[in-house]
């Protein structure tokens, strides 16, 4: 895995930035805390790639099993519990319409529309669910398995031989589970949601559907050990450091582009990351300081047809991170004799790719906006689980520069209080009179 | 179709606005200067969606045909000539598992792997492919035709009864699709790529997947007499002028969140309206204004476990435009006796929807966060028809409040000249020489 920096060094904004001289003390400082203070204690998922060899055989042997007795494989989850597997099955399976090893869904909403209509269509008694949930109290994987476990029961399907629950030890989900006979998975307390893809909540699903998490796992030892150098040459320091410069000059918005259609949803999985950890009102020490880069998802080339002219001609408070594969599992010559197109004639179709992706790449540059890659040789587990790794790497970093803790969402639980306001569950006296104010204030127009 | 703006109204940073109290002269301004004075020429998307009965027609019946012969479906166009299509057949097929008429698939990247891959897929001579571009000269588009070319010529297969072209009369792809005998549907000169989904360039694929266009259009004159108002019942103009409001007070990020998996990709329809309309370097005075407001991407209620943290603690430059349909086709009671979850019994699955989209909304007002929210009946063609012009029109109706011209888009072609020099076109010696400059210079560090 490669970082490439070169014209982002030369942005005005950096006045001449060169990446050799970023303060070795300072990084000195930062990647201990994180790996010898562990200033937080929600660092696990540093720890949890060092998996024992025996464990990871007795879940591929598992895995194994599972594909020779079910025909669909449904995961039941949402956020961290479903983007890492996501991600992986799109980029090993969708993205090349390669059959898949066994018929795999990543449920992540509870839309009635999109959940109920693919149960219909599944034949259950051929169908495996995971169950996925760090508290084993998320609201809407629990009702989606309510869901599953009416219908297997209408159908009269035991429900033990169907579903897989994957939780930390000793919650009211894990005692269920147990009590219910189900195959149990369970996620250490240390490790947070949005940072547990190389954990059972990913490497069980990615074992399941026949990915190799041995190579998953090597990967991210090496994007672990890049991680460690005390120098410019540690890529995810490297790139949290120029995210961090950018924003400190007011780049509030970082575009996440990878030109590869099956690395689509890392954006997805790096959206997470970013939002979710670096999103905070208060600092350490707390200050009120509403900090944040704003993730924005994008796809080259795709996206040049939709987004490149913001990007150029809009706001400067962008800054870009690219993704590119080098090697392509299919490539075409262009050789067919279109005569007003000679101009595209005897080239291959990655060079297209390749070509555009560099001149968007110039032509930010051009235009002093800042912008660096990311580049993998090609997309294997290997790589995969180098690049995810790399990713919460340089998450983790950017949130010592802020001087923010990056493991916590409390944002989001004003909104959970809402819900169960709405839902009318007991107490919630105040929260229940501003929705009834809201209700009775409803102003709509239309036609 | 509705518009749903209450909590917005008294959000401090608009100091106790009132819908009702937008000015009505500069309404009328703006909606005259759009209807009746033309400001531009490319307002052809307005009348476009007035078609012949008889044309319609003549349409379905060749449509038919179609489903008829061929077992696959592959449109070739990117952005404008993608766009319209992809979000339809997400909300009409691919998110409700629903059996789709003829195998459709949109391919709007040149990434090999994805595009190659998927050709090796389908048999050929059941598939019939829609080449779609307005210029008749994207060489992404053109590079796909020419795959298909020679993969039907290496097969010995015609490839005038495989290939159907949406262009523009008269241009070198249009002669070429003539001279080939090649089925070819015009774009009116006066309809641009990203307000084209109601031209041949969505019509003819809606038809040939099934969806009633007659319906579909019948939506979007709904629209269009809505948008004809001049006072705040145009909900249309009055999204924009929110939006306008919101960005002269420095909110320059734009979140649209579907609360419906199906209408998930009504996120990337709008993001390129928005983007390539309203990012613009010069207004119409000639003036340098760098403007624009970036769209965001995102899905509810997954993105509560993603972006939430963000949208509530991050920077406060954020208005969320959010939209949410009434009915569901699927539905489902909870009521499976889980006994650590009893709260969540007896209710049904879009009620808990419902209520965490009421909780977000409320969660961001309390917190001074402008929202509102658009609200549809159902999705059905006439409703998609009635969405998807309604958001042309705020489009159309924002860039004349941002006083820019909404229709070009300049500011990639400095990108297409360096894929130009790139792949080695004739002249462009001063971007060959940038590009050596930059090979040379790549500074490239990692593992």
Same mark, same amino acid.
């Given at each position: 895995?490669?970082?490439?920096?070169?014209?982002?060094?030369?942005?005005?904004?950096?006045?001449?930035?060169?990446?050799? *001289?970023?303060?070795?003390?300072? =990084?000195?400082? $930062?990647? !201990? @805390?994180?790996?010898?203070?562990? %200033?937080?204690?929600?660092? +696990?998922?540093?720890?949890?790639?060092?998996?024992?060899?025996?464990?990871?055989?007795?879940?591929?042997?598992?895995?194994?099993?599972?594909?020779?007795?079910?025909?669909?494989?449904?995961?039941?989850?949402?956020?961290?519990?479903?983007?890492?597997?996501?991600?992986?099955?799109?980029?090993?399976?969708?993205?090349?319409?390669?059959?898949?090893?066994?018929?795999?869904?990543?449920?992540?909403?509870?839309?009635?529309?999109?959940?109920?209509?693919?149960?219909?269509?599944?034949?259950?008694?051929?169908?495996?669910?995971?169950?996925?949930?760090?508290?084993?109290?998320?609201?809407?994987?629990?009702?989606?398995?309510?869901?599953?476990?009416?219908?297997?029961?209408?159908?009269?399907?035991?429900?033990?031989?169907?579903?897989?629950?994957?939780?930390? *030890?000793?919650?009211?989900?894990? =005692?269920?589970? $147990?009590? !219910? @006979?189900?195959?149990?998975?369970? %996620?250490?307390?240390?490790? +947070?949601?949005?940072?547990?893809?190389?954990?059972?909540?990913?490497?069980?699903?990615?074992?399941?559907?026949?990915?190799?998490?041995?190579?998953?796992?090597?990967?991210?030892?090496?994007?672990?050990?890049?991680?460690?150098?005390?120098?410019?040459?540690?890529?995810?320091?490297?790139?949290?450091?120029?995210?961090?410069?950018?924003?400190?000059?007011?780049?509030?918005?970082?575009?996440?582009?990878?030109?590869?259609?099956?690395?689509?949803?890392?954006?997805?999985?790096?959206?997470?990351?970013?939002?979710?950890?670096?999103?905070?009102?208060?600092?350490?020490?707390?200050?009120?300081?509403?900090?944040?880069?704003?993730?924005?998802?994008?796809?080259?080339?795709?996206?040049?047809?939709?987004?490149?002219?913001?990007?150029?001609?809009?706001?400067?408070?962008?800054?870009?991170?690219?993704?590119?594969?080098?090697?392509?599992?299919?490539?075409?010559?262009?050789?067919?004799?279109?005569?007003?197109?000679?101009?595209?004639?005897?080239?291959?179709?990655?060079?297209?790719?390749?070509?555009?992706?560099?001149?968007?790449?110039?032509?930010?540059?051009?235009?002093?906006?800042?912008?660096?890659?990311?580049?993998?040789?090609?997309?294997?587990?290997?790589?995969?689980?180098?690049?995810?790794?790399?990713?919460?790497?340089?998450?983790?970093?950017?949130?010592?520069?802020?001087?923010?803790?990056?493991?916590?969402?409390?944002?989001?639980?004003?909104?959970?209080?809402?819900?169960?306001?709405?839902?009318?569950?007991?107490?919630?006296?105040?929260?229940?009179?501003?929705?009834?104010?809201?209700?009775?204030?409803?102003?709509?127009?239309?036609?």
């Amino acid at each position: 895995m490669k970082l490439e920096v070169s014209k982002i060094e030369s942005c005005s904004v950096f006045k001449n930035f060169k990446i050799e *001289k970023i303060s070795k003390v300072q =990084q000195k400082k $930062i990647v !201990n @805390n994180i790996f010898l203070k562990k %200033i937080s204690d929600m660092l +696990g998922w540093l720890d949890v790639i060092d998996v024992r060899e025996e464990n990871l055989n007795n879940i591929e042997k598992f895995a194994c099993q599972i594909r020779k007795k079910y025909k669909n494989f449904v995961v039941l989850g949402i956020g961290g519990s479903a983007l890492g597997v996501k991600t992986l099955k799109h980029a090993f399976f969708d993205s090349i319409h390669k059959k898949e090893k066994i018929k795999t869904f990543v449920c992540d909403n509870i839309d009635s529309d999109g959940f109920i209509s693919l149960l219909d269509a599944l034949d259950l008694k051929k169908t495996i669910f995971n169950v996925i949930t760090k508290s084993g109290s998320t609201s809407e994987t629990l009702a989606q398995m309510s869901v599953v476990l009416k219908l297997l029961s209408d159908k009269k399907i035991k429900a033990d031989k169907h579903i897989i629950v994957t939780t930390t *030890k000793d919650n009211d989900l894990y =005692q269920f589970a $147990i009590k !219910n @006979n189900f195959k149990v998975f369970d %996620i250490p307390k240390d490790v +947070g949601g949005r940072f547990s893809v190389f954990s059972n909540v990913g490497i069980v699903p990615c074992a399941i559907m026949g990915l190799n998490i041995k190579e998953l796992l090597s990967g991210a030892k090496m994007a672990r050990e890049n991680a460690k150098k005390y120098d410019y040459t540690n890529i995810s320091y490297t790139s949290a450091y120029i995210n961090y410069k950018a924003l400190e000059k007011g780049f509030t918005n970082l575009v996440f582009m990878p030109y590869s259609d099956r690395l689509m949803l890392v954006s997805d999985y790096f959206a997470q990351l970013w939002a979710e950890s670096l999103g905070k009102k208060f600092n350490r020490s707390g200050e009120e300081i509403f900090s944040g880069q704003t993730p924005i998802k994008a796809l080259g080339v795709t996206d040049q047809h939709s987004q490149l002219q913001l990007y150029t001609e809009g706001p400067r408070d962008k800054i870009f991170m690219f993704l590119k594969v080098q090697e392509k599992i299919f490539d075409f010559t262009l050789d067919y004799d279109i005569p007003f197109m000679k101009k595209l004639n005897n080239i291959e179709l990655s060079t297209l790719l390749n070509s555009e992706f560099f001149a968007t790449r110039l032509s930010l540059s051009s235009l002093d906006i800042p912008n660096y890659s990311i580049i993998i040789d090609k997309i294997d587990e290997k790589n995969m689980g180098s690049l995810l790794f790399y990713l919460q790497m340089t998450t983790a970093f950017m949130g010592e520069m802020m001087e923010i803790d990056a493991y916590n969402q409390n944002g989001v639980e004003q909104s959970k209080v809402y819900t169960k306001a709405s839902l009318g569950f007991e107490g919630l006296n105040e929260q229940k009179r501003l929705i009834e104010d809201f209700r009775k204030t409803q102003k709509l127009i239309g036609y």
